[in-house]
């Protein structure tokens, strides 16, 4: 799963005393400490609302900590037995009917994932927010009349793709339920938002999210989660490109 979906699901414990920049480090530090799971199998769909109308695709992901992940579409037909394979800073993706792996780097991972508001950029960024990002608290705010503490985030080098992020902390749950993404000139071009939680064995997790590519036309993209698995064992040869044909 992308990291700019999972950081935002992830619970922040324990705020210190500090500055600012102190508390906002913290906050970004405990992010990344629980976003660091050993491994989960996740059932999804992506709900993308078109200019021609509404689809869904189905999918069954397998993913161990952040650099290795397998994804496979279940519904509709015309979708099942697509396949998608992440091993650190490599991408691919499998079409049954060519038969074909394709691997996607430089501009075509700027593409749109499906048609949808997602990127495959967005699917590969992994790592630590605090390694990537300078964080500073930006002020309070209210979300259907919840109380947010606002983080502003930074990049420290120009190669990351998002060069500042602006993330909403919901002060009694501790999660981060809403996201700007920014180009390095300032302009805005992602708006992601968590509508919908549910509480697992391993803390807050989203049920239901909102994605908007600012440039893009049309209504967004959903992503419903279904279920998820944090116990079952995946074997390793599931992160194999082998497995893309199976």
Same mark, same amino acid.
């Given at each position: ?110 593409? $749109? ?5 997602? $990127? ?106 279904? $279920? ?19």
């Amino acid at each position: 799963m992308k990291r700019s979906l999972l950081f935002m699901l992830c619970l922040i414990v324990s705020l210190p005393a500090h500055g600012e920049g102190d508390q906002a480090a913290a906050i970004l530090r405990q992010i990344d400490q629980n976003q660091n799971v050993e491994r989960q199998i996740v059932v999804s769909s992506m709900i993308i609302h078109g200019l021609r109308g509404t689809r869904e695709i189905r999918y069954k992901s397998w993913i161990i900590g952040q650099e290795q992940s397998f994804t496979e579409s279940l519904a509709p037909r015309r979708e099942k037995g697509n396949k998608m394979l992440k091993l650190k800073q490599n991408l691919w993706i499998f079409n049954p009917r060519t038969d074909r792996i394709l691997k996607i780097a430089g501009h075509m991972l700027r593409q $749109s994932m499906a048609g949808s508001d997602l $990127s495959y950029e967005d699917m590969m960024e992994k790592g630590k927010l605090l390694d990537s990002y300078h964080a500073e608290m930006a002020g309070e705010d209210q979300i259907d009349g919840r109380e947010m503490w606002v983080l502003d985030l930074k990049a420290r080098n120009s190669g990351i793709a998002y060069q500042r992020r602006k993330i909403w902390v919901d002060k009694q749950l501790y999660l981060g339920i809403r996201e700007e993404l920014y180009a390095a000139s300032g302009k805005l071009l992602k708006r992601l938002e968590i509508l919908e939680t549910f509480k697992t064995s391993r803390g807050w997790y989203p049920k239901r999210m909102q994605f908007k590519d600012i440039l893009k036309k049309g209504g967004g993209t959903e992503w419903i989660i279904h $279920s998820v698995d944090f116990d079952t064992p995946i074997p390793k040869s599931k992160f194999s490109k082998a497995a893309l044909r199976r």
